[in-house]
């Protein structure tokens, strides 16, 4: 009898979730195994922001439970870094050593937080909020009523500065030129923009560079954001919400083309023969703009991983999108984006 494929799947984000469930109904045989730095099983980041209206308990956010995967058959190994991929051996490398074949592979490593270059050196003094622990994280050391500064403000950053201050808190934001990221905004819609989040209690600066950021822990108020011109923006944490930048150092060996995210076909396979990639991670491309585009937001990246996974089980099936990449301001006044829809 003929061994079953083995499927492995880097990531257990919303592409690698929805490629896992995929594979699954495609092949009830295969074998399906996810590899993921994460220790929750998947749950949907948008979600992180609700931490702030008192949701603290990890099992409310998953999207199913633990058990499920046991159930489908899928091996999810958590807690487990991948420092390498050999494309041609078809090896995947974790950082605790231990070598993991496959046949076919799906990277669906999405991106972290995007920080510019000048700020690189304080990445230790600021709050992330990537995943469930690091909300927590933000959630007990931001005092009641106190003050968040935020670098940027990207839409995922946004959200989160919005339900700060619907939740008693303030927030500063210091706006560059990655604010509303993943949209594309004019210079008049911008000030439209940052005119409609002020109308709601927000302090923006606009126009200003942040050159450092510094914590005394003796001060009442301990972060310091430094600007361009030497005036200080004070508060009580530091966070940087400036896009994302795609997690694809460890496929530098993995013999496939790599730009600033993994080129893919409009099928979503790489330039090897055995590799897919989808979701945050990929650039795919497009063929009337003769060029390889990031397609950001949930919805597109759910969309990604699924149509990998049947791609991968021998369908050619081509990835377009309907999604709406659309900002404004609504008729109450309040901003809205289609990469809220959810
Ligand atoms: C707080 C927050 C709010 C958001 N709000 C919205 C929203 O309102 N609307 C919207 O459309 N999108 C939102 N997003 C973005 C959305 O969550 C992402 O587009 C989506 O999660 C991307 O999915 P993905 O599967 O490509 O990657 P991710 O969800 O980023 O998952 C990447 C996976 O790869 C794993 N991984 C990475 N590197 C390695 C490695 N070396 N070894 C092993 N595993 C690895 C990670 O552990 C993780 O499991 C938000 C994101 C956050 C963080």
């Known amino acids: 009898m003929a061994a079953q494929l083995h499927h492995v799947i880097i990531g257990s984000g919303s592409a690698g979730f929805g490629a896992a469930m995929t594979l699954r109904q495609a092949d009830e045989k295969c074998r399906i195994t996810m590899i993921t730095m994460d220790s929750l ?20 956010l998953l999207d199913v439970p633990p058990a499920h995967y046991d159930d489908m058959d899928i091996n999810l190994r958590r807690r487990s870094r991948v420092v390498d991929v050999d494309g041609s051996k078809q090896l995947i490398t974790l950082a605790h050593q231990e070598d993991v074949s496959y046949d076919r592979l799906l990277v669906c490593a999405g991106g972290r937080g995007y920080l510019p270059e000048n700020l690189t050196g304080f990445a230790g003094l600021m709050h992330g909020f ?14 009641k009523g106190g ?10 950053g946004i959200d989160l500065a919005l339900t700060l201050l619907d939740t008693g808190y303030n927030v500063s934001l210091i706006a560059t030129p990655q604010t509303f990221w993943p949209h594309e905004v004019t210079a008049q819609e911008r000030d439209r923009l940052l005119n409609a989040l002020e109308a709601r209690g927000m302090t923006v600066f606009r126009n200003q560079r942040p050159v450092g950021v510094s914590r ?3 001060k009442k108020s301990a972060c310091c954001v430094t600007l361009a011109d030497a005036s200080e923006v004070t508060g009580d944490v530091v966070m940087s919400f400036c896009g994302l930048t795609s997690s694809v150092e460890f496929m530098l060996k993995a013999d496939v083309d790599i730009e600033r995210g993994l080129l893919v076909t409009p099928q979503l396979r790489t330039s090897n023969d055995t590799i897919w990639a989808a979701g945050d991670i990929c650039q795919i491309w497009h063929d009337q703009e003769k060029a390889y585009k990031f397609y950001h937001g949930w919805e597109n990246v759910r969309h990604m991983g699924e149509l990998a996974a049947r791609n991968m089980s021998g369908a050619h099936e081509i990835f377009d999108t309907d999604v709406e990449n659309r900002i404004g301001i609504d008729a109450n006044g309040q901003l809205s984006s289609t990469f809220w829809t959810h």
């Open 216 to 218: 005394d822990a003796a």
């Open 41 to 60: 099983p998947f749950y949907n980041r948008y979600d992180l922001p609700q931490v702030f209206r008192g949701r603290h308990d990890w099992r409310e």
């Open 147 to 156: 003050t968040a500064i935020m670098i940027g403000g990207d839409m995922i």
């Open 130 to 143: 990537g995943s469930f622990e690091a909300a927590m994280r933000l959630y007990r050391d931001l005092p």
